[in-house]
């Protein structure tokens, strides 16, 4: 045998065998999406200045948005924040 031969003794010792996923099953979902989940993994566990580009690119593709396909899309991130707005209404009040 040669010496890059992987046999399960030389994937435990180099730590490859255990490679379970961590993290919520719907992080883990979101960050299987192939574009949108690199955006969303750098940003999550990228360094300080990459929660700023998240934020200035997810910005950026709003207004496009806005300029392409008008009112609905202006509307439809309006509507989600009411939803929000609501779910913490409840969640206060209880």
Do not use: Q
Not at 59 to 86: D, K, S
Request: charged fraction near 15%; hydrophobic fraction near 60%.
């Amino acid at each position: 045998m040669s010496d890059l031969t992987l046999t399960p003794d030389s994937l435990e010792h180099s730590g490859i065998a255990d490679t379970k996923p961590t993290g919520s099953l719907l992080a883990r979902v979101l960050f299987a999406v192939p574009v949108l989940g690199w955006f969303l993994k750098d940003a999550a566990k990228g360094g300080d200045s990459a929660k700023y580009f998240f934020i200035f690119n997810a910005l950026v593709l709003w207004i496009g948005a806005i300029a392409i396909f008008g009112y609905p899309a202006f509307i439809i991130i309006e509507l989600f924040m009411v939803f929000l707005a609501f779910c913490w209404v409840i969640a206060v009040c209880r």
